[in-house]
């Protein structure tokens, strides 16, 4: 099982330039999760979706845009990339709302010159 | 607001001997959800234990085990016979069983001597 597949796994982009971060999850799951890690803060979740076609804000979400293509696959857009979006990317995902663990990808680190 | 702080940034342990973690957390809600989640060099996130609110008795996995104190709003984590493979960086964490919005904690980065 590839659990939770994060594309690409490093990125550098110029200021102002767009891309959007892939993630996958063949575990059947309901909730996906979109976080950023940067040094010394934890992880902060950006965006959150219970279920297909749902999406709801996180604690940072300013700057991002996500879609939740299907039940697998959720993506996390930046229109505009800032250097304050310098961090490490993670996507996660769990069975339903409620006591279920998070199962995380491996990480995208980007880098915004 | 719910928080959860990690007062320890750093921490280093023999190997071989016990380790424990600190984590408080702040809230108003009654039911809950804890989580003690590792992360090794390799940046993967990697759950450890869980604990329910609801239940008294003290979650352990392996040489994994928490002291859940509730009123203190306390989940510490203690490692046991501690190996070099477990250092990493830790995360506690905190979600409330109204919504889906996990909360972590800075971590607290544990070095393991040989």
């Known amino acids: 099982n590839a659990g939770v597949t994060q594309t690409p796994k490093f990125q550098v982009l110029k200021t102002g330039q767009s891309m959007t971060l892939q993630c996958a999850q063949d575990?059947?799951?309901?909730?996906m999760y979109w976080y950023r890690q940067d040094p010394g803060m934890g992880l902060r979740l950006i965006y959150y979706s219970a279920s297909e076609g749902t999406t709801d804000k996180g604690e940072v979400p300013n700057g991002y845009n996500v879609s939740r293509l299907n039940k697998r696959e959720f993506s996390l857009r930046l229109e505009s990339a800032a250097p304050s979006q310098t961090s490490v990317y993670f996507c996660?995902?769990?069975?339903?709302?409620?006591?279920?663990?998070?199962?995380f990808g491996d990480g995208t680190r980007l880098s915004i010159l | 607001a719910q928080t959860v702080t990690q007062s320890q940034p750093e921490m280093s342990v023999q190997e071989a001997e016990t380790v424990t973690l600190s984590c408080t957390y702040d809230t108003s809600e009654s039911d809950y959800y804890l989580f003690w989640y590792k992360q090794p060099p390799s940046r993967q996130m990697i759950l450890v234990i869980r604990?329910?609110?609801?239940?008294?008795q003290n979650a352990t996995e392996n040489r994994f085990s928490v002291n859940f104190q509730k009123a203190a709003k306390s989940f510490s984590l203690k490692i046991s016979d501690s190996q070099l493979g477990d250092a990493a960086m830790y995360f506690c964490a905190f979600l409330p069983h109204t919504n889906d919005k996990i909360i972590f904690g800075k971590g607290t980065r544990l070095h393991i001597l040989p």
């Open positions: 604990q329910e609110a609801y239940k008294q």
């Open positions: 575990m059947n799951h309901n909730s």
């Open positions: 996660a995902s769990s069975v339903e709302q409620g006591n279920q663990p998070q199962h």
